[in-house]
């Protein structure tokens, strides 16, 4: 591969005597690992099951390194969204964000979803985590990949960060900033990156960090926690980025946390130079910011690409009780007056007729209690598939209630907050669509469901040819009761069938289909 020669130049100053072995790791081939679903299988139950040669990521409890060989991707378990394959390193971030249940969480830059669905996974269907990604193809795929691993708890919004700090002020426990970086540590993975890369677009994402780290500080409630990531090597994005914060923001403090084998420390005096000169920042500020508590994690010194963390606590503690400050009151409750995008509408203008209807033409009034009619048929069309469908009802879990769009119907998280104005692409888990007197679950819905919950199954395995088949989108000949089915391979949810005869029609997504 040929680096940029200011590239290199810049990492030879820095590295010194560890420049060959860094140098070298680019000959060597990309580590691959993907991340168990708590939601949809127990580790342990997935390494008796599968026949991949798995080995653990020492920083994440559920990450495993693959062989190349296994192609997991081609495994209908991912569709099924047993695992999500992701990069090891970019497994640290959010492992040290410590997410726990009942919490308020913002994954700030999350596409397409990785870290979204690892915090999914230590929250454990309780609280909420609102996930944004400002490119609205990117969200799309980030809402795909929250549905796809059957994740109740979560809103995607299609927002700027300064958008989503206009109406929440100090209102979540954690946020995530895995910021939009140069890319340096991502070359071996993506030429492309390292085609793009120039002196310029460093400073161009160093100064567009500063500007999302200072939305995250406005979000973010007395003693919470920010996690601060990158996959640059550049100190300009890394150690400069936390001290330019700090020195904005004396409020927060680094904290020390562990490192496992192969982290390295932040270098403080990278604060002030290496691109950082004429910041201002002087090293006897810097010494007293405790940048060495920062990490590094370098290709040539463990088993993934290059990455870089940091973990901040705002200083301060908040009352029992403390919600925070919403721009648009409390919760969402089962308002249905939600601006939303992708799944709420069928296209621009039903988006924009929809919008016209719920927020005051001439006739508000009228369309609102219209409105309010559909959405109450909506949710009795609902609990009739709930019970002709379910052994168990999705309303048993803690919830916020039910929430209608156009004829699209959501179970919203408990306390989700009212986001008017926002774009939304999911406000909770899509129950389906309202259709004239009946109702068809969604594959969301599908994919969030367990064996135990449904009264009809199609049991299948993954060495089955129907198995494939169903993901291609074929019919599949079964002899059963007729209705909705929940197709399920290996004991994981795939996806809705409707049998009738002995033909089970296929309700696979077409944009799904391989």
């Given at each position: ?8 130049k ?11 072995a ?19 299988a ?7 099951k599968?026949?991949?040669?798995l ?13 190349s ?29 410590e ?13 397409p979803?990785g870290k979204?669905t ?11 985590l609102v996930?944004n ?22 809103m ?14 100090e ?34 994402c ?24 990158t ?25 020390e946390?562990?490192?496992?084998q ?9 604060s ?36 870089y ?35 709420g ?13 719920s ?17 109450i ?49 999911r ?12 109702f ?75």
């Open positions: 591969m040929k680096l940029p020669q200011e590239f290199e810049r990492m030879q100053d820095m590295l010194g005597e560890a420049y060959p860094f140098l070298h790791s680019y000959e060597e081939n990309k580590y691959q690992a993907l991340r168990v679903n708590p939601w949809k127990e580790t342990q139950e997935l390494l008796e599968s026949s991949f040669h080995k653990s990521v020492p920083w994440e409890p559920n990450g495993y390194y693959y062989e060989d296994d192609q997991p991707g081609k495994h209908p378990w991912h569709e099924a969204g047993v695992y999500y394959i992701q990069e090891p390193s970019a497994m640290a971030p959010a492992a040290y964000l997410a726990k249940p009942g919490e308020k969480i913002l994954d700030l830059c999350a596409a979803g979204t690892q915090i999914a996974s230590y929250m454990k269907g309780e609280g909420i996930c990604e400002i490119h609205p193809a990117r969200a799309k795929i980030l809402a795909e990949n929250v549905e796809r691993m059957g994740i109740p708890n979560a995607v919004t299609n927002e700027s960060p300064q958008k989503l700090a206009e109406i929440f002020e209102y979540f426990d954690r946020i995530l900033v895995d910021a939009p970086c140069s890319g340096e540590g991502m070359f071996r993975k993506n030429e492309e990156a390292c085609e793009e890369w120039s002196l310029e677009n460093v400073r161009i160093a100064e567009r960090q500063d500007e999302i780290l200072d939305c995250a500080h406005t979000m973010l409630r007395p003693g919470g926690r920010i996690v601060y990531s996959c640059t090597f550049a100190p300009a994005e890394n150690e400069g980025s936390m001290a330019r914060f700090l020195i904005r923001h004396p409020e927060y403090e680094l904290l946390i562990p490192l496992y192969g982290m390295e420390r932040g270098v403080p005096a990278w002030y130079t290496h691109g950082n000169e004429g910041n201002g920042i002087s090293a006897e500020a810097v010494e007293a910011m405790h940048i060495e508590r920062t990490i590094r994690l370098w290709p040539h010194k463990l088993q993934g690409e290059g990455h963390l940091a973990v901040l606590q705002k200083k301060g503690e908040v009352p029992q009780g403390y919600e925070g400050f919403l721009a648009y009151g409390k919760e969402c409750g089962t308002q249905p007056d939600m601006t939303l995008r992708g799944n509408a069928k296209n621009k203008k039903a988006d924009r007729n929809e919008n016209k209807k927020f005051g033409n001439k006739n508000s009034q009228g369309n609102k209690k219209s409105q309010g009619n559909k959405a048929e909506g949710i009795r069309l609902y609990l009739e598939f709930e019970q002709d469908t379910l052994k168990k009802s999705v309303l048993d879990r803690e919830h916020g209630g039910f929430l209608t769009f156009g004829d699209q119907l959501y179970l919203i998280p408990k306390g989700m907050p009212a986001v008017q104005g926002l774009k939304v692409l406000p909770g888990l899509h129950l389906g669509t309202i259709k004239k007197e009946r068809e679950p969604s594959h969301a819905l599908a994919l969030y469901l367990h064996e135990e919950e449904v009264k009809r199954v199609m049991l299948l395995t993954k060495n089955e040819p129907q198995a494939q088949a169903f993901i291609n989108g074929q019919t599949l000949n079964y002899d059963g009761e007729k209705g909705w089915h929940l197709i399920m391979v290996d004991g994981y949810s795939l996806g809705w069938g409707k049998l009738a005869g002995q033909v089970m029609k296929n309700h696979y997504p077409k944009g799904l289909r391989k």
